[in-house]
């Protein structure tokens, strides 16, 4: 099949272009600049890549003709933001597409209501970036309803991989964090260190969208889950990234005002994003309808982020 990826160089793209290749589609590369993915791989030499401005195209409302001209069979949206954006691509390529798939996220959740969380479980999303993606959710899903787009959602979780930086065990991206735990330093969490994350390595989102590609019948219409098997709660992630350095954790608690005060303005909000969801996912659907076996627990996809950034100079 013919597929075009929108940000196929991204994260998640590195290793989901190259999936495809070796599966024998045709694979377009769509992204704003040419760059090289976070991994080289042989696969990339057989990719077309073009470059496309999505936020220019849009403001000209001419993405959507531009990705409709390329006349793929699928079409891949990792880099959907904006329910405007979503609805100017169903626009364009209803009745001209076998297969859409869009790259959401467990944001679209909002608070959790019962662990582990389900797919059909009623949403609540806040903050800007959960609300439009929640928004995106519902408008493709009651466009397969009305008019039989045959969209696929998938919603991963945090995505880690070589490249990029984790969310660390107290909720935000200081690399700090990580260089605490790596030395027998002590560290504080908020509240109890009750809270979850759920993190996902991002090949394995990318195999979770070739297993939609390859179970189209069991994916269209529907809504996943792409996370690890299991969540972590904060305190059981610094215990284990602690003890993997040869350290016992030295941690304390604080309530949350007075562990905000610990911490940079930025930590605090990013802490308190994820704290505020404490996502808990469940991938039963997944596993069932297109057969998405995880290779990486989450602990196992941290630490080859953390092996990249050590390697690179980075932590």
Not at 27 to 39: A, G, K, N, T, W
Not at 294 to 305: F, N, R, T
Request: negative net charge.
């Amino acid at each position: 099949m013919r597929i075009v990826v929108i940000g196929g160089t991204g994260h998640v793209g590195t290793f989901l272009v190259p999936r495809l290749i070796n599966d024998g589609h045709d694979v377009i590369s769509i992204s704003r600049q040419f760059r090289e993915p976070y991994l080289s791989d042989d696969a990339w030499t057989s990719v077309e890549q073009i470059k496309i401005d999505r936020t220019e195209e849009e403001e000209n409302n001419t993405f959507g003709s531009r990705i409709r001209e390329l006349n793929a069979d699928v079409v891949i949206d990792m880099i959907c933001f904006k329910p405007e954006s979503a609805r100017m691509l169903v626009n364009a390529l209803a009745g001209k597409v076998k297969h859409f798939l869009h790259c959401g996220t467990i944001w679209v959740h909002g608070h959790s209501f019962a662990v582990p969380t389900l797919e059909h479980q009623p949403k609540s999303p806040f903050g800007a970036y959960g609300i439009d993606k929640a928004k995106i959710e519902a408008y493709l899903l009651e466009q397969a309803v009305r008019i039989g787009f045959p969209v696929t959602l998938l919603h991963p979780g945090h995505i880690v991989g070589p490249g990029w930086v984790p969310v660390n065990p107290a909720g935000n991206f200081n690399l700090e964090v990580f260089s605490k735990l790596a030395s027998g330093q002590g560290l504080a969490l908020p509240n109890m260190g009750m809270e979850t994350l759920h993190h996902v390595h991002a090949d394995d989102v990318a195999q979770c969208f070739q297993c939609a590609v390859n179970n189209f019948d069991n994916a269209v219409g529907e809504h996943f889950h792409v996370v690890s098997d299991q969540a972590m709660t904060l305190r059981g992630y610094a215990e284990a990234l602690a003890e993997w350095y040869g350290f016992k954790a030295d941690l304390r608690y604080l309530p949350w005002q007075e562990w905000k005060a610990t911490v940079s303005e930025e930590d605090a909000r990013s802490t308190w994003d994820h704290i505020a969801h404490s996502p808990n996912c469940s991938i039963e659907k997944a596993k069932r309808l297109l057969n998405y076996r995880p290779s990486y627990s989450s602990l196992e996809a941290i630490k080859e982020a953390l092996v990249w950034l050590r390697e690179h100079g980075r932590l």
